[in-house]
């Protein structure tokens, strides 16, 4: 089956010319193999899980991981979130105690960001899928392609999106990106490595995408 069949029509029309393109072909050949052999995250139909939640005239907040979490039942399809029940990753952690402090947001139980997408936060990671206890087994073979030519998309079709960019690899995506166009807004990624070295905490970022969203006219996030 085209993996294209499990994302919302809103999206279908955009991307449809990368669906179209012999990379994707490839890529999809690629992930039915590994998901009949192996165990993958997140389950399969729940690797557009960010574009089903977010649809295309909704959006208005892109954040750009890099891998799926590959640990039992974690993942969710959205970049950073976890399913019901599970315990929160440290990223997770640290990106709730900044919208705390920012905020001052009680932290949350649930570790689902669902509530986030549906809103119009798009919650992308760079790669869709990965193998059972792999990380990054699924880099590099068609998805950063896909991915980056999402947020060209998101870039060339939409106005006053908000890119919060976390981390060294999401920054790189800055050059897909219309600043004349888009509000990019860039920190250290909230892993303890960086977060403990003073990169993450204090970057206020989740304040300072509500007043731009506000200032654009649009419906400020309920983080």
């Avoid at 208005?60 to 039992?72: A, E, N, R, S, W």
């Avoid at 440290?90 to 947001?105: Q, R, T």
């Avoid at 219309?178 to 989740?206: C, E, V």
Wanted: with cysteine.
């Amino acid at each position: 089956m085209r993996m294209n069949a499990y994302i919302h029509p809103d999206w279908e029309s955009i991307l449809k010319s990368e669906f179209n393109k012999p990379y994707f072909d490839e890529l999809t050949e690629f992930v039915n193999a590994e998901y009949q052999e192996n165990t993958c995250y997140p389950e399969r139909t729940k690797i557009f899980a960010a574009f089903n939640h977010c649809h295309f005239n909704d959006l208005k907040v892109v954040i750009i991981g890099q891998d799926p979490y590959h640990g039992p039942g974690q993942a969710n399809g959205l970049c950073f979130s976890v399913n019901p029940g599970m315990a929160h990753p440290p990223s997770l952690v640290n990106i709730f105690k900044e919208v705390n402090d920012d905020l001052g947001i009680p932290y949350p139980v649930s570790g689902n960001l669902e509530r986030w997408a549906d809103q119009g936060v798009m919650l992308l990671n760079a790669t869709l899928s990965v193998r059972a206890n792999q990380a990054g087994s699924h880099q590099n073979r068609g998805w950063e392609t896909f991915t980056d030519a999402v947020i060209r998309s998101i870039s060339e079709q939409k106005e006053n999106v908000v890119f919060l960019l976390w981390g060294g690899y999401a920054k790189k995506k800055s050059k897909l990106i219309d600043k004349s166009k888009h509000k990019i807004l860039t920190s250290g990624h909230p892993s303890p490595l960086s977060a403990n070295r003073g990169y993450w905490f204090g970057n206020k970022h989740f304040s300072a995408c509500n007043t731009y969203l506000k200032e654009a006219g649009k419906e400020p996030v309920s983080w």
